[in-house]
């Protein structure tokens, strides 16, 4: 009967099988090393905190590889940052119930809700904001345009023009409608637009 | 909004925040790396797991098995003992495997009976006592 047995499980766990996993395995190794630098100065511009943003990336990465690693390594992206976004999200949420009212003096990205979109609408002659910025003040000055951004905004930002998602994987990520993002981008690219020039 | 409408600047932007990605210091992709590991190592288990039922699973059924075996094997014997004094008092002859036999039956029942116990105290007695009947009637 043990014999049966021993000869039985093996089956299970082919050479094969365990050769497909170990790659596996390494495939989402390099995927994670892949998005983890990115992934962290995300977060670094949504906190503000190095310490707090590798938190973030690590529980995000845990949640991923608990959640998503079985799925298609072509959807792994979307699904990375999607629960990057969750994560994004309720550090947002905590942090806004903890400071309530100092939102209140912090919150005047987020009332570009008002603005004239159309008066703010880029010239497409124009050379745009940052080649008036030299090296690394171009640099310093979009970390600060970037970290002054509302998150919906800046995530909008970061999915589509540095990850190069396109509007649906970022509407997917972001878990919302298409519009949506398109408005998101729209005023993060014109307050981005606004503070480097102001900055220039 | 597809990509290439995006104002050109954003280009310039994603070369901005590469450079950012890629200028992070050493202690921090220290860090990342060991969190990337430990979130690996999260899905390592559940395959270790699965290697260490078998021979679990095999140890237990094997322990089980022997358990039985002992079990079964001790049942037969033991039964016909259930009442030693009769085997002993009114045999004839009292001899080494009646003895081991009785030591080896259900303790339960001697330790519920203290008469037993006290009758178990005095079995050499008892045999010697009967050796001597068989020698004066031979």
Not at chain 1, 12 to 30: F, I, M, S, Y
Not at chain 1, 73 to 81: E, I, N
Not at chain 1, 135 to 140: F, H, I, T, V
Not at chain 2, 122 to 132: N, V
């Amino acid at each position: 009967m043990t014999h049966t047995i021993a000869l039985t499980a093996p089956a299970t766990w082919t050479p094969a099988r365990v050769e497909a996993e170990n790659t596996g395995e390494r495939t989402l190794d390099q995927f994670l090393k892949g998005v983890e630098r990115r992934a962290l100065r995300m977060a670094e511009l949504a906190t503000n905190n190095r310490d707090e943003a590798q938190d973030l990336v690590q529980d995000a990465m845990f949640g991923f590889v608990r959640h998503y690693a079985a799925k298609p390594a072509a959807d792994w992206a979307p699904l990375f940052y999607r629960v990057l976004d969750s994560r994004l999200n309720d550090w947002h949420r905590r942090r806004s119930v903890r400071s309530r009212w100092l939102q209140v003096w912090t919150r005047s990205d987020d009332e570009d809700d008002e603005r004239d979109e159309i008066a703010q609408a880029p010239d497409s002659n124009d050379p745009g904001p940052l080649l008036r910025l030299a090296g690394s003040e171009a640099g310093q000055a979009l970390n600060a345009a970037l970290a002054r951004l509302p998150l919906r905004q800046r995530q909008a930002f970061l999915l589509r023009v540095w990850e190069g998602f396109d509007v649906a994987a970022t509407a997917s990520t972001m878990r919302c409608s298409e519009g949506s993002v398109k408005t998101h981008l729209s005023r993060a690219l014109a307050a981005l637009r606004r503070q480097l020039e102001d900055h220039a | 909004m597809n990509k290439s409408e995006l104002p050109e600047w954003t280009d310039q932007a994603r070369s901005l925040l590469d450079e950012s990605a890629q200028a992070l210091d050493a202690t921090t992709l220290s860090r990342l790396n060991r969190s990337r590991q430990a979130a690996l190592a999260q899905r390592v288990p559940r395959r270790r797991a699965a290697w260490l039922l078998l021979p679990a699973g095999l140890v237990g059924a094997c322990a089980l098995l022997l358990a039985v075996g002992v079990w079964h094997a001790r049942v037969p014997q033991t039964a016909p003992l259930a009442s030693p004094s009769a085997t002993v008092v009114s045999g004839s002859t009292v001899n080494v495997v009646d003895m081991d036999l009785i030591a080896s039956g259900d303790d339960m029942d001697l330790i519920a009976s203290g008469d037993d116990i006290e009758m178990m105290q005095d079995l050499d007695f008892y045999a010697w006592l009967d050796a001597q009947d068989q020698d004066d009637k031979g």
